[in-house]
């Protein structure tokens, strides 16, 4: 079972969807859920590991918004794994899986940042830097004088001489 979204937020997120409501009587729904949460935190994992280490994350201090991304996704991928596949159910689930994955997308590029209950910002991969590849290159801004930056008064005669 996973670390974000656990076995004991099935009956809060999905009421009545296990049989007497309770992990024990229902092991078959607990099954589709265990493996619809390992889906879905490998899915967030792959997402936030650009910007951010989840594996120093302790089950206590998890962020939000990520346990609840987490728990998003697995409720979509059980509810699908385990109902008939009719457009109307898959339409319904549809637009929270596609608000997640968008959030999933912010995260990812640094337009969205993570933060514990407390309000402090989750601290940032020191290894998610962009890596250039004109290192060693020399700027081509700013070599020339500033006199030279003026436009030669007699370009277009220079150019019609070339074409002639």
Not at 87 to 103: D, G, H, P, Y
């Amino acid at each position: 079972m996973g670390r974000y979204a656990t076995s004991t937020s099935i009956s809060l997120l999905l009421p009545n969807w296990l049989a007497s409501n309770t992990t024990t009587s229902d092991t078959y729904g607990t099954d589709i859920w265990s493996a619809a949460a390992d889906r879905a935190e490998g899915e967030v994992n792959s997402y936030l590991t650009a910007r951010y280490d989840p594996s120093g994350w302790t089950t206590t201090a998890i962020p939000p918004l990520v346990r609840k991304l987490s728990e998003d996704l697995a409720c979509y991928y059980s509810q699908r794994g385990s109902s008939t596949q009719d457009s109307q159910i898959k339409n319904r689930n549809l637009e929270e899986w596609k608000q997640t994955m968008e959030t999933l997308s912010l995260l990812r590029s640094g337009d969205l940042k993570l933060a514990f209950t407390d309000g402090s910002l989750v601290g940032g991969r020191t290894d998610a830097r962009m890596v250039s590849n004109t290192e060693s290159r020399a700027h081509i801004f700013a070599l020339d004088d500033e006199r030279s930056w003026d436009v030669d008064a007699d370009t277009l005669d220079d150019i019609d001489t070339e074409r002639a």
